[in-house]
Nanobody, 124 residues
Framework: VQLEESGGGLVQLGGSLRLSCAFSERIISFNTISWHRQAPGEQRELVASINGIGSTDYADSVKGRFTISADNAQNTVYLQMRSLEPEDTGIYFC???????????????????WGEGTLVTVSS
């Protein structure tokens, strides 16, 4: 299974973007899927997460502005970002800690994998 992030880009202060984390196979179940970001010269930080029963969690810096959601039919996890600030600039990565998927070889577990990231730039 592979995952691919998309939806990044350049946006002005106060703008919105929706990031997508799309899985290449049908997802049967997952433990936690999360979005992380890494600003230039900074460490990667957790932004938002969603677990297999739909519970969500957010970093304090994005609460009330970002929303994480999962579309099981599309095998995609989204991150809706509103009221963007320059401090939100960075590469956004999707991470899955443990998920069960169905591929051509049947059902398999995939553990601890990351996407390549998508760049978000917020200008002031």
């Amino acid at each position: 299974v592979q995952l691919e992030e998309s939806g990044g880009g350049l946006v002005q202060l106060g703008g919105s973007l929706r990031l997508s984390c799309a899985f290449s196979e049908r997802i049967i179940s997952f433990n936690t899927i999360s979005w992380h970001r890494q600003a230039p010269g900074e460490q990667r930080e957790l932004v938002a997460s969603i677990n297999g029963i739909g519970s969500t969690d957010y970093a304090d810096s994005v609460k009330g502005r970002f929303t994480i959601s999962a579309d099981n039919a599309q095998n995609t996890v989204y991150l809706q970002m509103r009221s963007l600030e320059p401090e939100d600039t960075g590469i956004y990565f999707c991470h899955s800690d443990r998920l069960l998927y169905e591929g051509t070889s049947g059902r398999r577990w995939a553990v601890d994998f990351w996407g390549e990231g998508t760049l978000v730039t917020v200008s002031s």
